[in-house]
């Protein structure tokens, strides 16, 4: 597994910004063949899918109440990834988590992510 360390949550007003960030403990070899990803879990809501990339490729899935809003990058010398989460609103509001599995993608099922980040917290207030 995957030791993976989120950092970066906070309070911000509805529309405001923030930068979530996620260091991998991974060799640069082992990041690019890995898919990171982004979910959350509000309030008495399921956890579910922000955005998810296979850091071997360029390509990025964004869960559809983020799109246009939220961008995920990566540092790979830094084995990081990031989320920029702009237009904050009150329903972002949730425990963030960074996960891992090797290989592809194949979208963004909680139950193929084998590694998990302790989470934290965004709160959107209106």
């Known amino acids: 597994q995957v030791q993976l360390v989120e950092s970066g949550g906070g309070s911000v007003q509805a529309g405001g910004s923030l930068r979530l960030s996620c260091k991998a403990s991974?060799?640069?070899?082992?990041?690019?063949?890995?898919?990171m990803a982004w979910f959350r879990q509000g309030p008495g809501k399921e956890r579910e899918g922000v955005a998810a990339r296979y850091l071997g490729g360029s390509n990025t899935e964004y869960g559809d109440s983020v799109k246009g809003r939220f961008t995920m990058s990566r540092d790979t010398a830094e084995t990081s990834v990031y989320l920029q989460m702009s237009s904050l609103k009150p329903d972002d509001t949730g425990m963030y988590y960074c996960?891992?599995?090797?290989?592809?993608?194949?979208?963004?099922?909680?139950?193929?992510?084998?590694?998990w980040g302790q989470g934290t917290q965004v709160t959107v207030s209106s």
């Open positions: 996960a891992a599995k090797r290989g592809s993608c194949f979208g963004m099922d909680p139950g193929r992510f084998d590694s």
């Open positions: 991974l060799t640069l070899y082992d990041f690019t063949s890995h898919c």
